[in-house]
């Protein structure tokens, strides 16, 4: 079974919005934090928005007011509403989950394309 699948991504004009949607694993979703990250063309992952290990939700700097993080534990899902779209978050959008036992293990989702245009 794949861990995480993600859905949600898109072509989009700048000031426009999408939701992006990533179903887990029932197991994986209990024994994990979860986040979303994102890697522009020729630049490093980063984290967009995602709960760390302490549960505080943390967003990057870029998206602050613009993004928002949300969970459904009934679905075992998590998502990113991303309003207000600029041509720099124009990335591949990654779900990611993390378990904490013993030594560290992350979880990828395949991947969606968001393509802000302007």
């Known amino acids: 079974q794949v861990p995480l699948v993600e859905s949600g991504g898109g072509l989009v004009q700048a000031g426009g919005s999408l939701r992006l949607s990533c179903i887990a694993s029932?197991?994986?979703?209990?024994?994990?934090?979860m986040g979303w990250y994102r890697q522009a063309p020729g630049k490093q992952r980063e984290l967009v928005a995602g709960?760390?290990?302490?549960?505080?939700?943390t967003y990057a700097d870029s998206v602050k007011g613009r993004f928002t993080f949300s969970r459904d534990n009934a679905k075992n899902a998590v998502y990113l509403q991303m309003n207000s779209l600029k041509p720099e978050d124009t990335a591949v959008y990654y779900c990611?989950?993390?378990?904490?036992?013993?030594?560290?293990?992350?979880?990828w989702g395949q991947g969606t394309q968001v393509t802000v245009s302007s």
């Open positions: 990611n989950a993390v378990d904490w036992v013993g030594q560290r293990k992350d979880y």
């Open positions: 029932e197991t994986i979703f209990r024994i994990t934090t």
């Open positions: 709960i760390g290990r302490g549960g505080s939700l």
